[in-house]
């Protein structure tokens, strides 16, 4: 029996992660976006909202709709997001471009009320500093087979953990942990990935 690859050459001659697969877009993610260093309290808010929607589903049903995501959400602008109300969350809801799911969208707009009153009280890139205390102080070995790559991490489950005890939801440790992936916390490229470091 074969191990499962964990890198794959593309069409353009580059070694990626497998998970990359043929799909342009794909690559295109993996190359110039995740596990790439992500600041901001917009971004990481985005980036949350992302995630937690991708709960369920492939990253890349997400990512494919990530523009109507952002005009869903007025470019996850958090004071503006913070202010929907339910007429909002039925608007969204019923909007085909994205994914209809009214615990998902609901879920954006608490994120988003609590991410406000954190600012509020820490200041700009609270949420910023928030997420990346939770950065791994020993970085992970890199992944070398499918066995060595993990969903979450004692990180993870602590960020997890810290904000749902500030009012956010859909904020799981494995969510978490792919939010740590994607905004550069961790470095999962695997071995033989052109990224790898």
């Known amino acids: 029996m074969s191990?499962?690859?964990?890198?794959?050459?593309?069409?353009?001659g580059i070694e990626r992660c497998a998970w990359a697969g043929g799909d342009l877009e794909y690559q295109r993610y993996h190359d110039t976006e995740w596990g790439r260093p992500l600041h901001s309290d917009r971004a990481l808010f985005e980036k949350i909202s992302l995630e937690g929607f991708q709960a369920g589903l492939s990253w890349i049903t997400i990512l494919r709709r990530r523009a109507a995501f952002r005009r869903a959400f007025d470019d996850f602008d958090i004071a503006r997001v913070a202010r929907f109300t339910e007429v909002d969350i039925e608007r969204l809801a019923n909007e085909s471009s994205i994914i209809r799911h009214r615990g998902k969208i609901r879920a954006v707009v608490t994120n988003a009320r609590v991410t406000a009153a954190l600012i509020a009280v820490?200041?700009?890139?609270?949420?910023?500093?928030?997420?990346?205390?939770?950065?791994?102080?020993?970085?992970?070995?890199?992944?070398?087979?499918?066995?060595?790559?993990?969903?979450?991490?004692?990180?993870?489950?602590?960020?997890?953990?810290?904000?749902?005890?500030?009012?956010?939801?859909?904020?799981?440790?494995?969510?978490?942990?792919?939010?740590?992936?994607?905004a550069g916390l961790v470095d999962d490229h695997?071995?033989?990935?052109?990224?790898?470091r």
């Open 3 to 12: 191990e499962t690859p964990i890198t794959l050459m593309g069409a353009d």
């Open 190 to 196: 695997a071995e033989g990935c052109f990224l790898a």
């Open 122 to 182: 820490s200041g700009a890139g609270a949420l910023d500093r928030l997420v990346w205390s939770f950065t791994p102080v020993t970085p992970r070995p890199r992944p070398r087979t499918a066995a060595d790559f993990v969903a979450t991490s004692p990180e993870s489950t602590a960020l997890s953990t810290e904000l749902r005890a500030r009012g956010f939801s859909f904020v799981g440790p494995t969510t978490m942990y792919a939010l740590m992936q994607s």
